[in-house]
């Protein structure tokens, strides 16, 4: 071969093969195939999903850093915080996973209904978990325990007065359960806000496989929103345990 | 492979040179063609027009620095003035200049015609990362016009979270935004490099430039995030007054400094990594010889980016981290020097026994690799223990970062950018003029920098308006330097301009360069090539360019 430009044998070969493959209406022509551009939209969202761990990272750096320093502070605040309501929520999240893995599965046997009712599932279950989160936030603003001007130590300098058989803390120390709040509210403020871009994107998902476009063999929008929509669960899987459950004191009532 | 003798290149006769009738700057006319283009080198455009008008912003900052710095009396501004000059200057040339400069015009140009590809993989969010970038300079701007920031670009903890009452939240949403466009950059990089490469186009036949950029990209797309949740968290530290790095409620000023060095140590390997890559390209085609050492400088890349994660620290030295840890990122620090000499050593022998020629991109060329040499060796100095300590926070420091930065990726910036001007807008700049710039460019620069080493070594601290009068000849003589240096730049933008529309016609390959780019028409076409190439030779063969029939089709119309 003489030249880089020149057709050649070979590439009339490539352009026959790519005749077979399935044309889809939404293959962007700057792919040579259709396969190409659903494996470089699957590679995109894991980068993307690689950015997005290095942002939750900087998160669970610092909340691991001080909870070393404050151990007692962190430990006191986070028996705060409802084990029962966490353990709800977790199993309402792996459940609208599970939806929306079924509407991975639904979209690729082209089942139009069910993908659309797969989908409803998934988003009804991304609410539920966001409702159940704002009634824990609210709990949190009835017992100043948000952070900020009105944040009340009482509760941990004297925690015998508001019923609680808690190791009582010294001022000082108390003020540390402000930044477990703090760090609280940030890394599952954070992780609600990805929910809440998520269930947005679930509506116009909603729309667009009613309206057909997932029926046809395309795919990769469902593929790589699934991708998306599992990340958001799993960083759940790593806020439960270490915000609600690790070195809790034992439950006393 | 054939020997690595230099194949005599004949340039071509450009008087028969013609534009082509159809290529992607008249291929839509309008505003709105432009504004909402997914065309990557329309894309690159608007990027080199906007960076552009933010790098002589940021210079216009330098310009009252120095100009204040003229006399060691506080004359010109209060201090409080002079921080917000210097936080300017640093924010807007870092973030807004220095980290999109190569990527996201020449590469955002160039990537997918070097790998033989007809876009990037996602066109859209290369749009999206433009806009985001305008966003991120707007606010900055809106930051500026309402009274200006003071905290440094570093924003500083706790300085900026609790004792500074100027603009730290317009500021560092704005620096928050603009890192996503950089994230999209990168990410859009990445993809394109594995998934859209043409065929033939394997790993080895890439050119360096594209392997530069790839490692760059790997530091942006793992380094942002990181400088963005600790921006986010100053952002609320400010808004709910709550104390994650402020250690009187319990926090830690030195999170700060390492979530922010995380991306900010790396982010200069963002910088610098790209220019290494126009170098490459620069040198090889101007001494008509294949790189020497290919796949070593291909492999330096890559271990820049990995070396470069893990050397965050030798910015904090003096902040009280442990002994133990200073001394193994200052090992590590030095271990990034291997690398980068291997870079400096290659391109050496690709000179040697090369037919050189001197055109103005081998004269930039020249410069960064002594200017970069220069920086990067006084960089092994300050990654010593001792001798941070007695340099640090002194001019040594600005000496160094601005060799590297300025000496080395601005001259890289402007090597690329008139090596591949033919390229992009299908003529030629002035000659002449632009090699009286290049020289003009190198001189103001070294009398610029070269006596802040000296005033760094001899003690005057960084950051202040006013210094000892014992200071004030090296001090004048960096001003001067830096009026020199103005012009220096400001000839560029000139001529380029003029150049539009009086310069000579480049015919598609005026350097007879072996990259795919210059095998087609310039400028390109909007599809990139009338038909996906086929890579049949290693990079930078000037054997096989020599030998290319003559009668291929790279015309339409």
Redesign the interface.
């Known amino acids: ?8 044998q ?2 009339q070969g ?1 352009a026959e093969q790519q005749h077979e493959h399935v044309s889809v209406p939404q293959h ?5 195939t259709p396969e ?1 551009q659903r ?2 939209g699957s ?2 969202m894991w ?2 999903l ?3 761990i ?6 669970f ?2 909340y691991l ?2 909870r070393n ?2 151990y007692d502070a962190f430990v006191t605040a986070s028996n705060q915080l409802s084990v029962p309501l966490g353990a709800v929520n977790t199993a309402i999240l792996i459940s609208s996973g599970f939806f929306m893995a079924l509407a991975v599965w639904a979209a690729e046997v082209r089942k139009k209904s069910l993908l659309v009712l797969f989908l409803v599932l998934t988003t009804l279950f991304g609410f539920a978990f966001l409702g159940i989160k704002a009634d824990e936030y609210h709990e949190k603003f009835e017992k100043h325990h948000i ?3 009105s944040f009340d130590t009482s509760q941990f300098i004297n925690p015998a007065a508001y019923g609680l058989s808690e190791k009582p803390l010294a001022p000082d120390a108390a ?2 359960t ?2 477990f709040f ?2 609280y509210f ?1 890394m599952t403020g ?1 992780h609600a806000l990805h929910m809440v871009l998520g269930l947005g994107i679930l509506f116009w998902l909603m729309i667009r496989a009613q309206r057909g476009d997932f029926s046809s063999g395309y795919v990769a929008p469902i593929e790589n929103f699934g991708l998306y929509w599992h990340f958001v669960d799993i960083v759940w899987i790593f806020l439960f345990p270490l915000l609600y459950l690790i070195n809790r004191h034992p439950l006393a009532h | 492979m054939s020997a690595p003798s230099p194949t005599i290149l004949n340039l071509p006769d450009q008087s028969t040179a013609q534009l082509p009738r159809r290529n992607f700057i008249n291929a839509e006319h309008g505003l709105l063609s432009w504004l909402f283009t997914s065309d990557h080198k329309r894309i690159a455009i608007l990027y080199l027009i906007s960076i552009t008008f933010f790098f002589f912003i940021g210079g216009a900052f330098a310009g009252l620095i120095r100009l204040e710095l003229l006399t060691p009396q506080p004359d010109l501004v209060s201090s409080d003035t002079y921080n917000k000059f210097f936080t300017m200057h640093g924010i807007i040339m870092i973030f807004l200049f220095l980290v999109p400069s190569v990527p996201a015009t020449l590469g955002n140009f160039l990537i997918p015609m070097m790998i ?4 990037l ?3 859209k ?1 290369n749009l999206l990362s433009w806009y985001l970038y305008v966003i991120g300079g707007t606010l900055t701007l809106t930051a500026l016009v309402l009274g200006g920031v003071d905290t440094g670009w570093t924003f500083t903890a706790p300085l900026s979270t609790h004792y500074l009452n100027t603009h730290v939240i317009t500021t560092a949403s704005a620096i928050f935004v603009a890192g996503f466009s950089s ?1 999209f950059t990168g ?2 990089f ?3 490099i ?3 490469r043409c ?1 033939g186009m394997t790993w080895f036949r890439m050119p360096l430039f594209v392997w530069a950029h790839y490692a760059a990209s790997i530091l942006m ?6 400088v ?3 921006l ?2 100053v952002i ?1 530290e400010r808004l ?5 790095f402020d250690p009187t ?4 000023p030195l ?1 700060f400094q ?2 922010f060095w995380f991306y900010s140590h790396p982010a200069v390997y963002i910088m610098i990594l790209p220019g290494m890559g126009v170098i490459s390209e620069v040198v090889s085609t101007f001494s008509r010889k294949r790189i020497f050492g290919y796949t070593a400088v291909a492999f330096s890349s890559v271990a820049i980016a990995l070396f470069g994660f893990f050397v965050w620290e030798h910015h904090m030295f003096i902040m009280g981290v442990s002994n133990y840890s200073a001394l193994i990122f200052s090992l590590l620090t030095m271990l990034v020097a291997v690398p980068s000499a291997i870079k400096i050593f290659n391109w050496c022998f690709t000179l040697q026994m090369g037919s050189i020629t001197f055109e103005t991109p081998m004269l930039y060329a020249f410069g960064f690799m002594g200017l970069f040499t220069i920086g990067g060796l006084t960089g092994v100095f300050l990654g010593s223990l001792g001798m941070d300590i007695q340099l640090t926070e002194t001019y040594f420091i600005v000496a160094h970062f601005h060799f590297v930065m300025v000496g080395g990726m601005l001259m890289a910036f402007l090597a690329g950018v008139h090596f591949w001007w033919p390229k992009m807008t299908g003529r030629m700049y002035p000659e002449s003029l632009s090699k009286l710039a290049a020289v003009v460019t190198f001189i103001g620069f070294i009398l610029t920098f070269m006596p802040q080493f000296v005033l760094g070594y001899l003690g005057m601290p960084r950051r202040y308006h006013a210094y000892p009068p014992e200071f004030q000849v090296l001090n004048v003589l960096s001003t001067a330097g830096a009026t020199i240096l103005g012009i220096g730049y400001l000839m560029p933008m000139i001529y380029l301009a003029w150049s539009l529309k009086y310069g000579a016609i480049a015919g598609d390959n005026p350097w007879q360069a072996t990259g ?1 780019e210059w ?2 028409q310039s400028p390109p076409l909007t ?1 990139n ?9 290693e990079a930078y063969d000037y054997d096989w360019l020599e ?3 003559a009668d ?3 015309h339409v119309g």
Do not use: C
């Open positions: 071969m003489d030249s880089a430009i020149a057709t050649t070979a590439e490539i962007r022509h700057h792919f040579a190409q494996e470089a590679f995109g980068l993307f690689l950015t997005e290095m942002f939750f990272g900087g998160l750096f610092a850093l001080f320093w404050y952070p900020g001007a003020q540390k402000q930044l703090f760090l940030a954070m | 033989g590809a007809r876009d993989a996602f066109p969010i994230i990410l859009n990445i993809v394109t594995h998934r859209m065929p797309v793992l380094g942002t995030p990181v963005a949740i600790a986010v968290l609320l709910v007054g709550i104390g994650v409620k319990g926090g830690d999170l390492h979530l795919l095998q087609t599809e090539f009338i038909e996906i190439p086929i890579m049949d030779h030998h290319k029939t291929e089709v790279t």
